[in-house]
């Protein structure tokens, strides 16, 4: 008898320990910098550094906000705002060019606990098009605007606006000419060098998932698109249950990937569904939902957080830029498949 | 034993004649003309026929391809037409006007066996947005084009191109001056006759969802927005995930109502998840989903077929302009709610 009710004293100690650690507060950051043909071989030491110091540079600033209690939201911003203002990644500075030498700049964000969101497409003057995205959210009864009109918003918003001229670079005029040269000769044959390169023209995208001390998630992603995009081509970057998608009870998303299977995937979205109505972990959500992608013929990568900070960086490409910082202060920070 | 030998029998021609029942190759059809606060004392009997005869006309013309073995792509392109050059509805010919009193039409396609998908943002010269929306999907590598890029693309393709002006009619522009006074002197009380008159006009889709003889759903939806949209602002309806969904694991859905709430809450594609991963019916699906619509704040509503041609024509407004016809030819055309 005395046996019984010491097992049972604890028993209960053990229960409410655990309940208690459950409860215990956590945070988490993950971002993305793009997922493609990402080889080690092809990159100069120096190139790594600079993306691994970038990387590490964006996540540290969202990990700061949320360590000391601020929201999911601004921690999305504000990391991706370092992304978006380096010429590494294609968004914001960095980003690609269109067919007609013109920039086109997409962007989503998603509130995990109203499940509030704005996204803006095809602007060309917004410096941080995650901010945009993030005022049609606040200022506007809109979920989605687009074009010139999405510029008008931003600007009427008092976002910080640039000359077209801002973002487009040396190196991704000489990418422009190189993909429509590729596109004109039909040169590319699988997997040669000219097919690598023409792919990765295809991936570049940004993305951060956040949670925040109060326990809710946010989700932004912002891109330049797709190089010598014609026709005002939207991709999945601005749609909400494609490229990103927040939801406390189930999970955050940020895809990056080639955004026409993204679309007809709604890859954001399907993760979110297998973690609420099948009880999926999020890494093997992602992994089913990639899986799916890749039936269809595409790939990508996603970086996926839960309310409970686990998280899922999977990617069906060679590489995907990507890091992962929670509550305990550990970061990593990687670049290619296997690390 | 010779009974047990019966029963046995007996039970191995039920389940053969069951399991022949669902093999029994069947066809249907499903379309909306838009949900809203539509009510039988604010409509005159001249209009309510117009509109049951042209919903009438639209599911019977799908519907005769469908028996004929046509495939579910073409019974939803050319159901929709009809609807897209009637007046009647707000898509093609009776869209309603953007602040700039300007035109900007959204449609979008997928085709449930392959999940190709296409769609168009913001055009102003396609007669037929549904077209343009199919073409994408056929013939371009991408799903979404949006602004001049797709109408340059439509007319790349030799769709039938008209002028602005072919959209802009006296009824359009009446209900725009109206929302502007309406917004402008902010007049507007719940559940006053200005306040109808103004939800109504957030509302006007028109959508259809086919199964074919081959087991194989698509669904399409098309749309002129909102009244005195702005920014660019696009809504649901070329958003695949939000306002069209089709995949023969599921259903096919096609969704109308306030976009910004459908975006949000990813209906279509979150319909067809709860389908295919709680096995729930594709009505009580659709329930759960607006339902999560209208917790947000939102309304409007679905229509929904699944491979067996199950079918579902759910809405949480007063009234859905809608229609329904399968394999027996037993044809449901409503309106209002508890008809």
Redesign the interface.
């Known amino acids: 008898m005395k046996n019984i009710f010491i097992i049972t004293l604890l028993l209960l100690f053990v229960s409410c320990h655990s309940e208690k650690e459950k409860q215990q507060p956590t945070f988490g950051i993950v971002i993305h910098g793009g997922a493609g043909t990402i080889l080690k071989e092809n990159m100069s030491d120096e190139m790594e550094k600079a993306y691994l110091k970038k990387l590490t540079e964006a996540i540290t600033t969202g990990h700061a906000i949320l360590k000391v209690g601020g929201t999911s939201q601004d921690a999305v911003e504000k990391t991706i705002h370092v992304m978006e203002n380096s010429p590494l990644f294609n968004s914001g500075k960095g980003a690609v060019l269109t067919a007609n030498e013109t920039i086109a700049l997409d962007a989503s964000f998603?509130d995990g606990k109203t499940?509030?969101?704005g996204a803006i497409?095809?602007v060309k003057h917004v410096k941080n098009p995650i901010s945009a995205a993030i005022k049609v959210m606040h200022n506007?009864?809109?979920?989605?605007?687009?074009?010139?009109?999405?510029d008008?918003?931003a600007a009427e918003q008092n976002l910080e606006t640039v000359p077209e001229s801002y973002f487009i670079t040396q190196r991704r005029i000489k990418a422009l000419r190189r993909v429509q040269e590729l596109e004109t000769n039909k040169k590319t044959t699988r997997h040669s060098s000219d097919q690598l390169f023409y792919d990765n023209q295809r991936y570049g995208t940004v993305g951060c998932v956040a949670l925040d001390l109060n326990g809710n998630l946010a989700a932004g992603t912002s891109t330049g698109g797709m190089t010598n995009?014609?026709?005002?081509?939207?991709?999945d970057a601005p749609?909400?249950?494609?490229g990103t998608?927040a939801n406390n009870s189930s999970c955050g998303v940020s895809a990056t990937g080639w955004?026409?299977f993204f679309?007809?995937?709604?890859v954001a979205?399907?993760i979110a569904?297998?973690v609420e109505?099948?009880s999926l972990s999020v890494k093997e959500a992602s992994k089913q939902v990639l899986q799916k992608v890749e039936d269809?013929g595409g790939d990508g990568g996603v970086v996926v957080m839960d309310a409970y900070g686990n998280v899922s960086m999977e990617f069906n490409t060679p590489g995907m830029y990507r890091a992962h910082m929670n509550s305990d202060g550990k970061l990593t920070v990687r670049i290619y498949d296997n690390e």
């Open positions: 998603m499940l509030n969101s497409a095809g506007s009864p809109h979920v989605l605007l687009s074009g010139e009109g999405a008008q918003f995009k014609k026709w005002g081509r939207i991709g749609i909400i249950g494609a998608y955004g026409e679309i007809r995937s709604v979205h399907d569904a297998l109505y099948k269809l």
